[in-house]
């Protein structure tokens, strides 16, 4: 599987990991699992996509955002992207595009950390 799914802060801050290439199958169970995740929770939670390990194309993405549909969700407060590879944060920005949550990048764990600090302060 070229992805994991945990929460990182039980309830508030869920964490989603991205390696290798991901097919659309995959981003499909992805929505899957992040749609069960919300339905469990009360509050809004945060979520991170990691793609530091993760392989995209930008040309992909056309297919795959009409699949992610937490992305519409009022129940995802914050969106991090962690990586630091332009072509993985071209691909997100491409597939978080006009998102309800709010967007954020970082280059590491340490800034979605301090990010997440600011957020909840």
Known sequence: ???EMAWNTP????QLKMSNNLSLEEFIEIDSQISEHLQECD???????DTSDARFS????????PTQKYLNSYQICHLI????KKINRLAMLLLFNLCRPRLQFCDNFDQAQRFLEMAQS
Request: glycine share 8%; proline share 4%; net charge positive.
């Open 11 to 14: 309830g508030r801050v869920l």
């Open 58 to 65: 930008p040309y992909s993405i056309e297919r795959i955002k």
């Open 43 to 49: 509050e809004r939670i945060t979520l991170i996509v």
């Open 81 to 84: 992207v962690v990586g630091n």
């Open 1 to 3: 599987m070229a992805h």
